[in-house]
């Protein structure tokens, strides 16, 4: 380990208070957080402490210029008790892509990786035994300069909290195609995790869920005419002969699970193609029968089975018979993140802690 990390424990663990049978999605939260503090160009004061609150002066620029961005990750357990991070590496590199795009510091890898490590290994007890729970990991970073003024901050937090979590959708998912609004623009902030990108969506998708859907399945902010993504997930569509996903060409999130199903399936040697793909091809392959599920994919979600998708007056629906392809991608994440399978590509990093205090 190469980043001294100071430990502060708590007095008694409330880790027996927890219901792991009947977790709410992020309502819970573990003993401990990790925190550093950024300012005169380096990295400095990381520390394991209780979870708590965050002092905060009015003027922090975060609150007023939105400077912010985040990552979502499981830990996991294997069949024989050891925690396990997925893929870890990936969120390193998508925090500092955000990082970039909203003028804010690196963070080195190797710090990142570290924190997790040692903070998983100190909350292991907290990782939910059912397959399909996790502990969800939420790394964030935030500007901390007090003063008004629109320019990027000198000084940051980056903290990493905790969370048990059981199934983020608990049933197949409805999605209205949503033809006013929009999530992204070229040369916006759409392939960042900026915390800004989901404020903007929560007004469309309360729309939606006020006319009976789950969530909104975004179009381009031009033509309203190609697919993006949906309000929590990347998108798929499985047809008779391929499967297509929108191409990541800077206002769709380039997701990890995403980029997970898309390996594992070509490993399997199904024809995958990341393109652009419109909704009239979609809506046109559906009349013609060729069109068999669709799924979304997350880290929150993993995958998640679409049982409807309605643009305007034109309904597609799902038949539960045909969601072979995603079930099985599924099932096999799943799998590899409780090392029921063989993980052929390194992807499962057992967690390890060599504390340097």
Request: glycine share 6%; charged share 25%; hydrophobic share 40%.
């Amino acid at each position: 380990m190469t980043h001294k990390i100071t430990i502060k424990k708590v007095a008694q663990s409330r880790v027996n208070e927890i219901d792991f049978d009947n977790i709410p999605f992020g309502r819970e939260f573990s003993d401990h957080m990790f925190e550093a503090t950024y300012s005169d160009g380096k990295w400095h004061s990381c520390e394991i402490k209780p979870l708590s609150r965050i002092s905060i002066h009015p003027a922090m620029l975060t609150l007023h210029y939105g400077q912010a961005i985040f990552e979502g990750m499981k830990a996991t357990k294997h069949v024989d008790g050891r925690p396990l991070l997925f893929r870890p590496e990936l969120h390193a590199e998508r925090l500092n892509a955000s990082a970039h795009r909203m003028c804010m510091p690196d963070v080195p890898p190797q710090l990142f990786l570290d924190a997790l490590h040692t903070l998983v290994d100190m909350e292991a007890e907290w990782i939910p035994a059912r397959k399909g729970s996790a502990l969800y990991l939420r790394p964030f970073m935030f500007a901390t300069d007090e003063y008004i003024g629109v320019s990027s901050s000198t000084s940051y937090k980056f903290i990493i909290m905790c969370l048990p979590v059981g199934p983020y959708y608990s049933k197949p998912v409805k999605l209205r195609a949503e033809r006013k609004y929009v999530r992204a623009v070229d040369g916006g902030v759409g392939e960042a995790k900026v915390a800004g990108n989901y404020a903007a969506s929560l007004y469309p998708a309360r729309l939606a869920k006020e006319a009976g859907f789950d969530q909104v399945l975004w179009l381009d902010a031009h033509e309203f005419k190609y697919v993006q993504e949906v309000g929590t997930m990347n998108i798929f569509f499985v047809f008779k002969d391929k499967i297509v996903t929108p191409a990541t060409t800077g206002t769709i999130l380039k997701g990890i699970t995403r980029k997970t199903l898309i390996e594992i399936m070509k490993d399997r040697g199904m024809q995958v193609e990341e393109r652009k793909i419109s909704i009239d091809e979609i809506k046109e392959a559906y009349k013609n029968g060729d069109l068999v599920e669709s799924f979304g994919a997350g880290t929150a979600a993993v995958v998640a089975n679409i049982s409807l998708i309605q643009d305007g007056d034109f309904q597609m629906t799902f038949d539960e018979s045909n969601w072979k392809t995603s079930r099985d991608l599924k099932k096999h994440i799943n799998d590899l993140r409780a090392g029921e399978v063989p993980d052929n590509h390194g992807w499962v990093i057992p967690v390890h802690s060599e504390v340097m205090a």
